[in-house]
């Protein structure tokens, strides 16, 4: 268990939410396990999912589509754009291809921020189209999937280090 925490912030109807998570890690090292596939894989999602991705392209106008995959075999599949990719910012579109109906849509825009001492603050702020939306997300177990999968970051981060 991490001695960081994961902190998400949604208050009462409003159509957003805020994740913030400290890193023992530099900056440099948090935007490469967002943006190289073969690390992120490792890291993104619950504990009980694998992460197999079709498109992974984090760039600046490149896509994306992953399958999170259970133990059972069944898939769930996500996509988004990428709008903006630097190494102190990412925005993005997330949708859940789960849905009876496309177009539940968030934008998210993730901020690095160098705390010194090869720390990093990452925050991300999600905007949902409606509070429904956003409140859906949350009752899905968004919180523990985003906890387990920083968990596991963190450990990664420290071998990455070594």
Do not use: C
């Amino acid at each position: 268990m991490s001695k960081n925490k994961t902190i998400i912030t949604a208050e009462p109807g409003k159509q957003e939410l805020f994740i913030t998570r400290e890193f023992d890690a530099p900056r440099e090292l948090v935007y490469q396990a967002h943006t190289e596939p073969e690390i992120f894989a490792q890291w993104l999602g619950p504990n009980d999912l694998s992460v197999e991705f079709e498109v992974f392209e984090p760039v600046s106008g490149g896509r994306w589509r992953f399958l999170n995959v259970g133990r059972d075999g069944e898939e769930y599949a996500f996509h988004g754009t990428f709008h903006e990719v630097s190494p102190t910012r990412i925005i993005q579109t997330f949708e859940f291809e789960g849905l009876p109906e496309s177009g539940h849509v968030s934008l998210e825009t993730l901020t690095l921020e160098d705390l010194g001492n090869g720390r990093t603050k990452l925050t991300t702020h999600a905007v949902y189209q409606s509070v429904a939306d956003r409140d859906g997300m949350v009752e899905a177990g968004m919180e523990s999937g985003v906890t387990e999968g920083y968990d596991k970051l963190d450990e990664m981060l420290a071998t990455m280090q070594n």
